[in-house]
């Protein structure tokens, strides 16, 4: 009685944390939808990124809203939660996928860290408000202390490669586990397969090849909306199997 009552509490909680999981993975999937509204709208495109640390603070402190976003916060705060995704992935494939779905989710945290770590937005909003009120050799040198946030921040740069290239090698793991386990379908790893590596080739377009914003961009975009289908339908796998289905 005593053991049963224990497996029972056992399947509720996994069913709790198969539900949590699914909740994540919508959330990612309305910040993917949230952002591409949000480039439709005038003066929030991707054009609207600055490039000297004095068009940041400027626009930081005129559109904060605006600055943050393109500093990549509501990213970072997707990436955070969506740790607790891939722990729900790790969980429900771990018997028969050990390997292959706890590398997906030590890469994907360790992305996530340095994307915690390295993400520049609340430091440049900080800057901007001293740079509003500076004046000559402060404001040369609150816009040295910008580059050296920017360097580690941007897009682009080295410091934000390593934090999306081992997040979407973490990705890449958990699919390959997907195809591995058979407790997702095939066609839910193939899908990831194929959106993860097109996030891989534009990350390493972007940070390596000068010039190939075009190319890159015509990579991402399908990548992007086959990443938000495989959101949409691991959250439907995943509060499945809270309710015992497969």
Known sequence: MRNELSENGLSRNLGAFYRLGAIVAIIALGAGLLDIILSMIPGWGVDTVP?????????LNNQPLLGLRNLDLINLMVALISIMLYGALFTAMKEKALLSSLLGLVFFA?????????????????????YATAAGDEKKALEAAAYAVLA??????LG????????EIGTLFMVIAMAQSAVFSKALAWLGLGATISLLIYTLLDTFVPGSKNIAMAIVVPGGLAMMV?????????????????
């Open 51 to 59: 490039h000297t640390a004095a068009e940041w603070f400027i626009q």
């Open 110 to 130: 360790l992305g996530t860290f340095l994307f915690f770590a390295y993400n520049g937005a609340l430091a440049m909003m900080e800057l901007s408000k001293a």
């Open 152 to 157: 580690k921040a941007r897009h682009g740069s």
């Open 160 to 167: 934000n490669f390593w934090v999306f290239f081992l997040s």
């Open 230 to 246: 495989w959101n949409a339908l691991v959250a439907r796998q995943l509060w499945a199997l809270a309710d015992g289905k497969k």
